[in-house]
DNA sequence: CGCGGTCTTGCATTCACTGCAATAATGATG
DNA sequence: CATCATTATTGCAGTGAATGCAAGACCGCG
């Protein structure tokens, strides 16, 4: 019995059952997404999925604990590598700071791999914004971000050396950072994507920094909106290609 | 509770069956809360609660459109009276302060209806303690607080006098406070309520308005900890103030 | 008393999700 | 190449939430 547990060694091309399996959570993960973008979250059974996916209903539950987190839970590994980056990274940049670093990261990163996962990326900003009509989706979309809220809060006391038994700052401030960030997204699927979603980020976090002030950049963005783009501004590339 | 009767003009006994809906929803909610403080909310199927109530199973769902909503949704009329207060109070304070006091006092209410509803103080402590535990609850409280979230933005768009769908602020803003509200709400919980609820929250607003300088009130908030306590203290009538 | 509105209830159905056990694919070993 | 242990896939049965529908019970009014 190998011990190895499901940790690939680095290097190792991965053996013909890890590529399979890949390949098969990546059929349902796109099967799933096309569904969801063509009638709408709540209008497509986990049934359907599988059907389009080509695999038994129950597989499905096999890969992805529920119908949301085929759409949240993305890449289970995403969950540490912020987490990691939450706690080391710029040791001497304030706490609010490095969250601020490592949640725009995320951002394009989920940007990205939506953008290279689908075709067009009109249809997903129009689709975004369909979403945020969506009940369920809303709830599903709010719990997810309970629970990195969480977490973020575990991390951020790690870093700062302190209880989060004891010390509410560390909760504090990642609920504080994931709500403004939460905003963010549906304030930029609400448009549509027709807004530059780097630099909305950045004046949202400027403005929870700040403390909101009544006259922040975030107040006259209106001016950032771009009516006349095509493309939506999110996904656009800057200047230099993206591709990580 | 009982403020601002669902439908009925201000004054005027309510009908028999009137009084005979607000009885059952009543009992409804109260065999719920008795057994989800008992067995915890995800081990109480709605048919318990039915079978407690003394209804059909049914016509639980005529009450309430979730079991959720039996936790969350109380008072269907508290919202629109949140929303009129953020709108209209204090013309003069800025935005943040106004959303301080609104939710402030919106938490008090919620603490004093359930210290009126159940007998126990110290009971609705451990049990929101585990209550915390669970993920199904934590996924209704942060859908429930998405939804608040959304009023509570349009509210303060509504009294900034902007457009919700070009100025991003009021919604950052309102997603800002509710996440620290939530923050608040869960630490104390998770504290088994042995803190000053109202002290929490108010360090917590004013880091909000600072921006979450890392050396704000939360940060000594452990000697805000009074272990030896017997009584909840979120209870507890207006001890002191020493906070800020 | 009887009539109109509305509340309650039972029944059937959809859908998400889980546990269990049979089966098939895989890969390491002799 | 044959064998066997591991692991993935699948079907089946069952729970529990939630909804629609169509009786039946009940209240209040004339």
Redesign the interface.
Known sequence: MSLSGAGQLAGERPSLRERKKLATRLAIRRAALDLFAERGFSHVTVEDIAAAADVAPRTFFNYFPSKEAVFFGADPGRVGQLWARVVHDQPTQ???DVLRAALADQVRTIVAELAELGGDPMRWATQMKAAQADPQF??????H???T??RL?AALAER?G?DA?????P??????????L???L??WA??GGTIPLEE?TD??FQ??????P?D?A??G??HL?DSTTSQPAGFRQHGKELTR
Do not use: H, I, K
């Open positions: 304030s706490a609010l809303r709830a599903a979309q709010a719990a971000g309970a629970q809220e969480a809060g700062l302190c038994e004891r010390d509410p700052y909760l504090m401030l990642a609920s504080a950072a994931m709500g403004v939460r905003a963010t549906s304030f609400s448009s909305l004046a949202a403005a929870l920094a700040d403390g909101f009544e922040c975030l107040r963005s209106t909106t």
